[in-house]
């Protein structure tokens, strides 16, 4: 019997005349699409034509919520208020709900974005808001993140499903939290060397960090981000080495 896993994509990042991402190609491999909600990127025609292709390919679709930061794609800190947060959170998961409906389909999960994601790790407080604010929305949505942050801890004690999530295009720190600049020789050097690195994660559950150390890691879904230099290579050898591993590509809901 094949082993199931789960490959996330930041995506829906392009709005106005500005075009952003891999999405379409990167569609053959995905199973579960992070899309951009308005906020660090993405804008309604965007959204609407991504949910609609993600309901042509059988994707997954999850909120990929971020701060009000158009200029600097949400990767700078803000100062939030709690208030303020939930209802950035509220706004944009109901944006995207919105055309879910309209075909049919069922929000998966939820992931927070950039210094969004950043902030709310180091933060009990932050993690907490956040979380009140989507279980306010549906508090059945799979909450996508990292082990190692206090979004994991607040998720689970809130009673939250909780997917680990391994960034396949990005470096690992050795404390277990994503390294956030992309950077090849972080991840071997190669889409090939990329590829096997993802499948030693879910085989043997370890990782080599930024600084050589080899760390445990586990993970139900793994995400390689649209607009990586070689998200495409990486997509491909990776399909590849998962089949070789007796792994298939499925949507995070079908197993989890």
């Not at 979004?151 to 939290?177: H, L, N, Q, W």
């Not at 080495?241 to 298939?248: D, P, Q, Y």
Request: charged residues 25%; negative net charge; contains cysteine.
């Amino acid at each position: 019997m094949n082993k199931l896993i789960d490959l996330n994509c930041d995506m829906g990042e392009s709005f106005g005349l500005w075009s952003f991402g891999k999405d379409e190609a990167m569609m053959d491999f995905v199973t579960s699409a992070n899309l951009a909600c308005g906020y660090h990127a993405g804008d309604p025609s965007t959204m609407r034509k991504s949910v609609e292709l993600c309901k042509e390919r059988g994707i997954a679709v999850g909120a990929h919520v971020g701060l009000p930061d158009l200029l600097g794609f949400g990767r700078r800190r803000m100062e939030v208020s709690i208030n303020d947060l939930k209802n950035y959170i509220i706004y944009q998961t109901g944006a995207l709900q919105a055309f879910l409906d309209i075909y049919g389909m069922k929000m998966q999960h939820m992931k927070l974005h950039g210094a969004l994601f950043s902030m709310a790790a180091e933060s009990k407080e932050l993690s907490r808001a956040a979380l009140e604010a989507t279980a306010e929305i549906n508090s059945e949505l799979i909450i996508f993140t990292m082990e190692s942050t206090e979004t994991y801890a607040v998720a689970k004690e809130m009673g939250f499903k909780v997917a680990r999530e391994f960034y396949g295009d990005r470096g690992c720190e050795p404390s277990g939290i994503l390294t956030f600049k992309y950077n090849l020789e972080d991840i071997g050097g190669s889409p090939e060397a990329s590829a096997k690195r993802i499948v030693r994660v879910l085989e043997e559950k370890r990782v080599i960090t930024s600084d050589g150390t080899d760390i445990d890691f586990e993970c139900e879904t793994f995400c390689i981000h649209s607009d990586t230099d070689c998200a495409l290579d990486i997509a491909i050898n990776t399909k590849n080495e998962l089949e070789k591993a007796g792994w298939s590509l499925t949507p995070l809901r079908e197993y989890f």
